[in-house]
């Protein structure tokens, strides 16, 4: 008699990692305990980011007694590298993430869950209220302004997002850095496929400090969004030629 088919998990959970060795233990404890009460069945997967502190082997002790997997780069690849291999581990027909810093409660999971209708591809998410200071914002709009003035697309997506696993294509996603998380979001907008957004609070971080909230951040931004400017003509081109 051949053994039963183990049901796939309803939902894949990434944590995503670099130097965050302060806060993983507390981070892994708080998300473990929500996914114990709403999500069971949750696949966890940690993506360790070229870390240098020790925090992959932390992980790994705070996950230890629950399914999970722990995934390490050898080097700092940038976040979107990162999601592109949490993705890539996951089995979940729904795949959501959230960073190790502490700033993103589980129960923003729950938020993102329950905004899905049968038709709903990805559901994002923005925040309430986020207490970052002008220079924050002062960034965050200037994003926001380059991404409507090159790509001609109004949209506002400032934290995890909650997607159809089928939908995500590593291999078809360039961007290494965190300008994934604007051309994901960007092509479900252009290619007009059902979204929901919903709203959740951002907390300040644990310990440490952000690593991308600066400047050159922006600058490079801007770079991206001209070379996938580029890149969307040419695929537009090649599916025009066959």
């Known amino acids: 008699m051949s053994a039963p088919v183990e049901a796939p998990p309803s939902l894949s959970v990434i944590v995503l990692a670099y130097n965050e060795a302060e806060n993983v233990r507390p981070v892994i404890e708080e998300l473990r305990a929500w996914l114990d009460a709403h999500v069971p069945d949750a696949e966890l997967v940690f993506v360790d980011d070229g870390s240098t502190d020790g925090t992959a ?20 690849r940038g976040i979107g590298a990162a999601i592109k291999t949490g993705v890539s581990a996951c089995h979940a027909s729904w795949v959501t993430f959230l960073p190790a810093d ?15 209708q049968d038709d709903t591809e990805v559901v994002f998410s923005v925040y309430e209220d986020r207490d970052d200071g002008m220079h924050r914002k002062v960034l965050s709009w200037g ?18 997002y909650l997607f159809r696993r089928a939908l995500f294509v590593p291999e078809q996603l360039e961007p290494d850095t965190f300008f994934l998380n604007f051309e994901f979001p960007m092509r479900v907008v252009r290619a007009r496929l059902p979204y929901e957004t919903v709203t959740i609070s951002c907390r300040p971080r644990l310990a440490g400090h952000s690593k991308s909230a600066n400047v050159s951040a922006v600058i490079r931004v801007a770079r991206e969004l001209v070379e996938l400017r580029g890149r969307t003509v040419r695929e537009a081109l090649e599916r025009a030629l066959g």
């Open 143 to 160: 994003v926001r302004t380059l991404i409507l003035g090159i790509h001609g697309v109004q949209m506002r997506s400032d934290g995890p």
């Open 57 to 76: 082997a932390l992980a790994r002790e705070a996950l230890t007694g629950r399914a999970h997997v722990v995934l390490e780069h050898d080097r700092n």
């Open 102 to 116: 502490g700033q993103i409660a589980p129960e923003a999971i729950g938020t993102l869950m329950a905004a899905r």
